[in-house]
């Protein structure tokens, strides 16, 4: 079922007060450490596959940034990094992010936005266009138009550059239902649209992107993650699409 804008603004809406509440705290869970581990090191160890030449130069949008684990993964390889997140708090903690890292607003900047609201300032701003990398982690399951915002993100590309989506496979059983409550063990039921993604479905929404040279890769180490009263296993994937060279409209 298509989702409509007001669906769409809702869940964004439900997004950034929920992210804006864990600002402060997310990152301290042990669960988020561990999660936040995996996904640094692969990203890390895998800069070629996404595409990329190692070495510095690179412009990285990092997507629904949060604090900016990917953009502290990719810095070493990367000359521009932008982030944009629908959380105030979130943004406040990549700029802090920069800062530990030395870095100059130059190098390392991040603005509120969404690049699926018109007239947005991350949507309208030419300085987030043209990246060699585009990455979104752990944040697609959030996102009430999945395929569009793989659109929106595949526009912001430099030709031949790279798009990345991290998140989870759907899981074999879905976890149990729970009432949504803030149980401080609770990760934002009432913020999530699905459980995962599967590879044919990733696989199709970068092709209606415009993305070819699909890749999907799972990470070796399973996930714990909350879910009410329980824990569920998960496991992360990574999904990597490429825009054309001969893309013009950037």
């Known amino acids: 079922m298509a989702t409509t804008m007001a669906e769409a603004k809702a869940i964004a809406e439900l997004n950034r007060e929920w992210f804006d509440s864990l600002a402060g705290s997310l990152y301290k869970l042990d669960w988020v450490r561990d999660l936040v581990q995996q996904i640094s090191i692969f990203l890390r160890e895998n800069v070629e596959w996404i595409g990329q030449p190692t070495g510095s130069g690179l412009r990285v949008l990092d997507y629904a940034c949060g604090a900016g684990i990917v953009s502290m993964a990719l810095a070493p390889f990367a000359s521009v990094l932008r982030g944009i997140d629908v959380s105030d708090g979130m943004v406040e903690q990549y700029n802090a992010t920069a800062r530990h890292l030395g870095l100059s607003p130059e190098q390392m900047r991040g603005i509120r936005g969404s690049l699926l609201e018109e007239g947005d300032v991350a949507a309208d701003d030419p300085e987030f266009t043209g990246f060699h990398i585009a990455v979104t982690s752990m944040a697609l399951h959030h996102i009430a138009d999945p395929a569009t915002m793989i659109k929106k993100l595949a526009e912001r590309l430099a030709p031949g550059g790279s798009l990345v989506i991290v998140d989870f496979v759907t899981p074999e059983s879905p976890p149990p239902d729970q009432p949504h409550h803030h149980h401080h063990h ?46 569920v296993t998960q496991r992360v994937f990574f999904a990597r699409g490429k825009a054309h060279h001969d893309n013009h409209e950037l």
């Open 186 to 231: 609770h990760p934002a039921a009432h913020t999530i649209t699905r459980h995962g993604f599967s590879e044919k479905e990733m696989s199709d929404m970068f092709a209606d992107a415009g993305l070819s040279d699909f890749s999907f890769r799972l990470h070796p180490e399973t996930s714990k993650v909350p879910w009410g009263e329980t824990w």
